[in-house]
């Protein structure tokens, strides 16, 4: 069972900058998890910030990093190699 989405406060905590805010959420604004006012303020500061911009864009490639590493199958002879070693290990 999935949990509710919970979306971020609209403004950022007490004694919290906006950068400080806008990066502690960058992964809920990439994830599609943000109320749509949310993804508004996210855009916005991103759009004027250069060192959160610059975030933004590390984490995406990380995200797309992960994806196409995580959908790559590793090569028949590799793959059969690995179980042969294991069957040993075990045996």
């Given at each position: 069972m999935t949990e509710p989405i919970v979306?971020?406060?609209h403004e950022?905590?007490?004694g919290e900058t906006e950068c400080e805010h806008a990066l502690v959420h960058l992964n809920e604004y990439l994830d599609s998890e943000m109320t749509p006012q949310d993804e508004v303020r996210m855009r916005a500061h991103?759009?004027?910030c250069a060192p959160c911009?610059?975030?933004l864009s590390?984490?995406?490639l990380?995200?797309?990093l992960v994806r196409r590493s995580c959908a790559e199958r590793a090569p028949e002879t590799l793959r059969i190699r690995i179980r042969q070693q294991l069957t040993?290990?075990?045996t």
């Open positions: 979306p971020i406060p950022p905590a007490a991103v759009a004027h911009l610059a975030e590390v984490e995406e990380v995200k797309q040993i290990m075990t």
